[in-house]
T-cell receptor
Framework: TQLLEQSPQFLSIQEGENLTVYCNSS?????LQWYRQEPGEGPVLLVT?????EVKKLKRLTFQFGDARKDSSLHITAAQPGDTGLYLC???????????FGKGTSLLVTP | GAGVSQSPRYKVAKRGQDVALRCDPI?????LFWYQQALGQGPEFLTY????????KSGLPSDRFFAERPEGSVSTLKIQRTQQEDSAVYLC??????????FGPGTRLTVL
């Protein structure tokens, strides 16, 4: 199993602050995905990064894939309460179809 | 419907009872996945179907877990003789072949 470690595990910040969460592995991934999961719901795909060094922006969210394709980061600018949720990174497993998830970063943004 | 639906949304079972969890995938999606998400953890893969064929069941934790998709659409995950360690959220996801997976809201199973 290719392990994905996410940090921090928990993060509580105030509205307007910036934050970065990390997803690290000792294995190389062909691609990594970031999901957000809200309480009582399933994960929703935010972005897929494929190329080493790639940077993708989704409004206030910036995703980066490491040059060696072993790690990724998610940076949120000016966090809002609506950003609250569990952020999960996932990579492809050896099977090629199942997803291998990290444990997630639980983010709470207070007004 | 527009998305993946699962039922029931919540299930409480006494230890030793059998439970059946249902997943209605997005119409036309060939691939269907079941994941188990324990409290404070990320989802973990259980099993994979392509149409009605169960191609991978390597993630099923024991022979008490059984999944089927007889007509290549609706799928049922059955857990026999439930144990407390089976308490988790069970997520179903579907995709058109092996592309982006769309997740349902999950069934939260609590075994007392």
């Amino acid at each position: 199993t290719q392990l994905l470690e996410q940090s921090p595990q928990f993060l509580s910040i105030q509205e307007g602050e910036n934050l970065t969460v990390y997803c690290n592995s000792s294995s190389v991934f062909s691609s990594l995905q970031w999901y957000r999961q809200e309480p009582g719901e399933g994960p929703v795909l935010l972005v897929t990064v494929v190329t080493g060094g790639e940077v993708k922006k989704l409004k206030r969210l910036t995703f980066q894939f490491g040059d060696a394709r072993k790690d990724s980061s998610l940076h949120i600018t000016a966090a809002q309460p609506g950003d609250t949720g569990l952020y999960l990174c996932a990579g492809g497993s050896n099977s090629g179809y199942a997803l291998n998830f990290g444990k997630g970063t639980s983010l709470l943004v207070t007004p | 419907g527009a998305g993946v639906s699962q039922s029931p949304r919540y299930k409480v079972a006494k230890r030793g009872q059998d439970v059946a969890l249902r997943c209605d995938p997005i119409s036309g999606h060939v691939s269907l996945f079941w994941y188990q998400q324990a409290l404070g953890q990320g989802p973990e893969f259980l099993t994979y179907f392509q149409n009605e064929a169960q191609l991978d069941k390597s993630g099923l934790p024991s022979d008490r877990f059984f999944a089927e998709r007889p007509e290549g659409s609706v799928s049922t995950l059955k857990i026999q003789r439930t144990q407390q360690e089976d308490s988790a959220v069970y997520l179903c996801a579907s995709s058109y072949r092996d592309s982006k997976q769309f997740f349902g809201p999950g069934t939260r199973l609590t075994v007392l």
